[in-house]
């Protein structure tokens, strides 16, 4: 492939971004842990001491437990699949929605566009947090459903970002020659132009990974998200708030994990779209 | 210019008829009935109260009848809380709902655009990076982590502000406001930077320099006004979010507000409150991203010439 360069350019711009790698290496950390959580938990999640209560940390329980004897660190591990898994997974369905919204969209152009991007202003107008609050309060509390609400309500602004992409690369001048030569338009879409808008759905997929999660978190936390035994983070924090006043290890931690992690994606995703834009620099 | 609000205006009239019926008909697919909960009654009771809140009627009619009398203002009955309607139940919360928004607001522009437009004057030294850093953290930390950690730290360990409440004792509209505003405090400073240095770039501003201004007029009297555009239109969007914020914050520190209250019907299934709400809240979110876009229109000469 003869793009081979652009990418191994922003690989090595990326790779000289500290905060960029750091946040690189705490994600990847994250992620494993989640994945290997049951041979990594201390204790089970879901295991009951009740005699023993809410302890402070201690070499046993290295993060203390919740008032119902629960070890604090392996809640967090698990919580930690719960919120990363709502946060790849409505990510995910945002971008297949978007992406394929946003390319048809762009690519035919006219009526079929003006028609399709009039249907995202009007969506783009709607009080989605109410909305999703309406649903998970009249479906109950599907973490299934939670995906594809969130999902739904994020597509938005990718079709936005692909259609302007897809619409500016089919006026450059390769394209044109591509299509002056013949080149039948599904080949002239997959090697011309597919290509070279998968910089900016990379950069903005890593951007609304942080915000699925903290509006996972933030409906979990009002009692509307996943539901026990199950936790996510925003529950553990739900949790926390309740006990801070004598057991306050039961907010920080579950707190200080959570902001690190959006820092972390904030900062890895800034990180991204400079190296794949540097004409774009962050705002 | 106005053309093109009205036509913005013309859209919204649509919207907020879909959001209405999709709530209407959303509502009528939940499983059980509002009186489920309740104990035991006997049917001819709940023939009554069927009968009272309209619900033994075609939905097709109910659904008109919702819409005539919505038209006229009223949301209807609530279902939880019998003998007071849904309108004046949203009457009751929202002064507290907006007074926090206000103030929430209010400390967000001042705080955010005055380091925003610091660093952006400084830019590169410690007055750009400092504040810039806390703004980042600002948006990471979400409100609901904000809130209970500034109880930790001023109501519960300082003990100098109360940790909930509102207008019952002094200083208790401290921290909820705080709380609500950090995040946009944190959004307005990132977008006030960048809309400043790109605006003290342009021609006009070195024109300006030039002419032998001071730096302080430059800033104020020239640069201000096209680098302070990104935080106008931020304005509309940030109100809708400040509904969202309001849930949560009402929630933590026990406020009286609208916010609360949708929760709370939210988890009574208070159906007609949640729809009455839910439509309130969708006209507001409407009406405000209408507003913030004629402001942009009205600051910014070019977006009006290219319409």
Known sequence: ?283 | MLSIFFRRLLIAVPVIIIVTTITFFLIRLAPGGPFDADKVVPPEVLKNLNATYNLDAPVLVQYKDYMINLAQGDFGPSFRYPGRSVTEMIFTGLPTTFELAFYAILIAIFIGILSGVTAAVKRNTSLDYIPMTIAMIGICMPTFLLGPILVLIFGIYLEVLPVSGWGSLPGDKILPSITLGAAYAAYIARLSRGGMLETLNQDYIRTARAKGLSEFRVVFNHALRGGLIPVVSFLGPAMAGLIGGSFVVETIFQIPGLGRFYVEAAFNRDYTMILGTTIFFSVLIILFNLLSDLMVLLMNPQARDNT
């Open chain 1, 1 to 283: 492939m003869q793009n081979n360069s652009l990418w191994s350019d922003a690989l090595r711009r990326l790779l000289a971004n500290r905060a960029a790698m750091i946040s690189a290496v705490i994600l990847t950390l994250l992620i494993l842990s989640a994945i290997f959580a049951p041979f990594i938990a201390t204790h089970s999640y879901a295991y009951q001491n009740l005699s023993l209560g809410a302890t402070a940390p201690s070499a046993e329980h290295f993060l203390g437990t919740d008032t119902l004897g629960r070890d604090l660190f392996s809640r967090i591990l698990y919580g930690a699949r719960v919120s990363l898994m709502v946060g790849f997974v409505a990510t995910f369905v945002a971008l297949i929605i978007g992406v394929t919204w946003g390319i048809i969209a762009g690519y035919y152009g006219g009526r079929i566009d003006s028609i399709m991007m009039r249907i995202v202003d009007i969506l783009y107008g709607l009080p989605f947090v109410i909305f999703i609050i309406l649903l998970m309060v009249i479906f109950g509390r599907n973490i299934w459903l939670l995906f594809a609400a969130i999902g739904a309500v994020e597509w938005l602004t990718m079709a936005r970002i692909v259609r302007a992409q897809v619409i500016t690369i089919k006026g450059l001048e390769y394209v044109q020659a591509a299509q002056a030569l013949g080149v039948p338009n599904n080949r002239l879409f997959i090697r011309h132009i597919f290509p070279n808008i998968l910089g900016p759905i990379a950069v903005y997929a890593t951007l609304t990974i942080p915000q699925v999660m903290l509006l996972e978190a933030f409906l979990s936390f009002l009692g509307l998200g996943v539901q026990p035994p199950m936790s996510s983070w925003g529950t553990l924090i739900r949790y926390g708030v309740e006990s801070m006043e004598e057991y306050s290890w039961l907010l920080i931690f579950p707190g200080l994990t959570f902001t690190i992690t959006l820092f972390a994606l904030n900062f890895f995703g800034d990180g991204l779209r400079d190296a794949l834009d540097p004409k774009i620099s962050s705002d």
